[in-house]
């Protein structure tokens, strides 16, 4: 830059390099998840595990969309809000909003990488489920990838609210873990309990984005597909909306101790 | 808080000295009357500061913690709103959402409470960071400026906290930034890696860079800053080369010794009288300690009394410093 540059020539400055930086983004998203053993654990070797257990003692046909449905949750909601947190306390999330580098790509980056993850999960779900335990293959296979992105989409939103309510890394487990459990025992219960009168079970059933997400994919998998499914679809695309309206309106990145 | 903060207008060509340092394109920073009130804080924790920097210069802002440091390279490199006051970075707002866009891509910055991917290498990244970048440095070249060369195959949570601080430095260089904000980067150093990471500011200011350095290092100002500010309180206290803050508080010389405890004032020569202090202490502050020193030195030797502990200094920048805060001390700092 010459020191005799107008302050107006200098502002007009050559585009970003946005494919590069997406690309970079996404790369450096995969070698970190892939690089820590303990998120492969709760990502590949859980759900698995959960899946042989609960095979014990249910119908394993009913189970493989249900574990299917849970890695979602917890890779793009539970795993992403604990990375967020860690890394805005870490400092990482304001070191790199100091950089030309939009926070759109940023969380496009991330959005990415979780779905190739979450993928790569389902495949492993269904192989073992129709490897090991007679599950169909999926009956519209095409669905069934438009709800896991859907899904993917609406969790990582919602992945964002939730840690933009956590208020130091040290609360994040804690915090993640009970927005988990309470959502899948909401979840559960009002479809397992007769005294929940119907009208209950039905907003449960239609408005709580993982029963959406379970009811959708068991439907996609195992068919028949409804056209009242569809609603389960908008559901969760609202819920991804919530998510994504709550996370640009309070989500920081900077540490918390910061004012 | 979101309002926007006032402003000069631009568009007044008659009005002065705003427009006088936007003509002048050597200047690459200046603000003028800058307040950060933080919510809820009975003070502000900067009330109307005036900064210059010139390309090439290194500006040192000097002061204790709390004295306003942070709050201002925040406010400068567009993490805090301001309260009041004018700014203007490389021609362009930092407080303006589209200016702030640019200023990203042609400013650097070492904050304090940043950390780096744990998961990655030295070189992975610096190459995330070059991928932000038109015309980036390569890591190669950035590993070499910062003295990383033997550390690029480590993971960043390998590093030592002068390795991991040398890093942050090392990113804020990839983009070939115009100015550097350090906002106390050596703050842990031992003295051996504070005199490595001198010699890095020394080398970017030879590349053309200007730096805001941060510190409350009186050695570190002296050293590197070509001018200086004190702040204390969210107030600057003093401003010029080191050498003229030292010389301008006229702090003079120093002559201290322990008096017997049998002599009072009324003892003492007359010219030296005003340097008794209290029973068994004599201190006094002259221009020029060569003759007062020869009067009390003949005056004890006639006597026959011994100086216990006597001691003559010039002022050192430290001094300077701890006078110009101490002024402020009463008031409180945030």
């Known amino acids: 830059m010459t020191a005799t540059a107008t302050p107006a020539a200098e502002t007009r400055e050559p585009r970003l390099p946005l494919g590069p930086m997406l690309r970079m983004q996404v790369a450096v998203e995969q070698r970190i998840f892939w690089r820590n053993k303990s998120g492969m654990f709760f990502t590949f070797i859980l759900p698995i595990a959960l899946l042989f257990t609960l095979a014990l003692s249910n119908d394993p046909i009913d189970m493989v969309p249900f574990i299917a449905a849970l890695g979602i949750l917890s890779t793009g909601f539970q795993g992403l809000s604990i990375q967020l947190a860690m890394h805005r306390d870490q400092g990482v999330l304001k070191r790199i909003m100091a950089t030309p580098l939009p926070a759109s790509l940023l969380i496009l980056g991330k959005a990415i990488s979780t779905t190739i993850v979450i993928l790569v999960e389902i495949l492993i779900v269904i192989t073992v489920g129709v490897g090991l335990f007679d599950a169909p293959l999926p009956e519209h296979p095409f669905i069934l990838l438009g709800l896991v992105l859907l899904g993917t989409a609406t969790f990582v939103a919602l992945g964002y609210a939730l840690a933009s309510i956590i208020p130091t890394s040290e609360s994040a487990p804690a915090i993640t873990n009970a927005a988990y459990l309470g959502l899948l025992l909401v979840t559960v219960l009002i479809a397992q309990v007769d005294a929940i009168p119907d009208w209950l079970q039905d907003i449960g059933t239609h408005g709580l984005p993982l029963r959406a997400l379970i009811e959708s994919i068991d439907h996609a998998w195992m068919g028949p597909w409804k056209a009242s499914d569809a609603w389960s679809a908008l559901t969760l695309a609202a819920w991804g909306a919530i998510g994504a309206l709550w996370s640009v309106r309070r989500f920081r990145w900077e540490p918390a101790n910061e004012r | ?334």
């Open chain 2, 1 to 334: 808080m979101p309002e926007a903060p006032p402003r000069i207008a631009e568009s007044q060509p008659d009005h002065g000295s705003t427009d006088d340092r936007v003509l002048d394109s050597d200047v690459v920073l200046s603000v003028r009357g800058l307040v950060k009130q933080y919510a809820g804080a009975a003070e502000p924790a900067v009330r109307g500061i005036d900064l210059e920097l010139r390309r090439g210069e290194v500006l040192g802002m000097l002061g204790p913690n709390g004295a306003g440091k942070t709050t201002t390279v925040e406010i400068l490199t567009g993490f805090r709103e301001r309260t009041a006051g004018d700014v203007q970075l490389l021609g362009l707002d930092p407080g303006v959402r589209a200016d702030l866009r640019a200023l990203r891509r042609r400013v650097g910055v070492v904050l304090q409470q940043t950390g780096h991917l744990r998961y990655l290498t030295v070189r992975e990244t610096l190459e995330m960071h070059a991928a932000y970048y038109r015309d980036a440095r390569s890591p190669a070249e950035v590993l070499a400026l910062v003295g990383l060369e033997d550390s690029a195959t480590k993971n960043v949570r390998a590093l030592s906290g002068g390795q991991q601080r040398r890093l942050d430095v090392g990113v804020a260089l990839v983009g070939r930034p115009e100015v550097v904000f350090l906002d106390e980067p050596t703050t842990g150093f031992d003295p051996a890696a504070r005199r490595r990471a001198w010699d890095i500011v020394g080398e970017l200011t030879s590349l053309g860079t200007s730096v805001v350095l941060t510190t409350h290092y009186m050695e570190e100002a002296a050293r590197l800053a070509d001018r200086v500010v004190v702040l204390a309180a969210g107030r600057i206290v003093g401003s010029g080369t080191p050498e003229e803050i030292a010389h301008d508080l006229q702090l003079g010389t120093t002559i201290r010794a322990q008096l017997p405890d049998d002599v009072d004032a009324e003892a003492l020569p007359a010219a030296l009288r005003r340097g008794f202090v209290a029973t068994g202490t004599f201190e006094l502050r002259v221009e020029d300690a060569t003759r007062p020193l020869a009067e009390l030195c003949s005056w004890a030797l006639e006597r026959g009394i011994t100086l216990v502990d006597l001691d003559v200094r010039a002022p050192s920048l430290e001094d300077s410093y701890l006078a110009l805060t101490d002024e402020t001390e009463p008031e409180g700092s945030t």
